[in-house]
Nanobody, 115 residues
């Protein structure tokens, strides 16, 4: 049974940092493309970062230069380092695993950026 469990969310002040983690189990983690999405209230789910099995990365323009996605295959974990956080980064953050259309989702973790 595949499970993705996100952690690391919380409340942070504008300009602060958080690191999200997504631990996978029940799957051959290293072969999956891993993605981070976010969804703010009233908005569609937005793809913000992706990392391939080979380590290539892509980012949405809204987070480029501030967020960094990485993976540690030995721990079956993908990370999202978020720096210079803004109030508009407030959302539920989800990780997604995808292998040629076979996809899985985590339950999400809330990130709130507010003073």
């Amino acid at each position: 049974q595949v499970q993705l469990v996100e952690s690391g969310g919380g409340l942070v002040q504008p300009g602060g940092s958080l690191r999200l983690s997504c631990a996978a189990s029940g799957m051959t983690f290293s072969i999956y493309v891993m993605r981070w999405y976010r969804q703010a209230p009233g908005n569609q789910r937005e793809l913000i970062a992706a990392i391939t099995s080979g380590g290539s990365t892509n980012y949405a323009d809204s987070v480029k230069g501030r967020f960094t996605i990485s993976r540690e295959n030995a721990k079956s974990t993908v990370y999202l380092q978020m720096n210079s956080l803004k109030p508009e980064d407030t959302a539920v953050y989800y990780c997604n695993a995808d292998h040629y259309g076979l996809g899985f989702w985590g339950q999400g973790t809330q990130v709130t950026v507010s003073s």
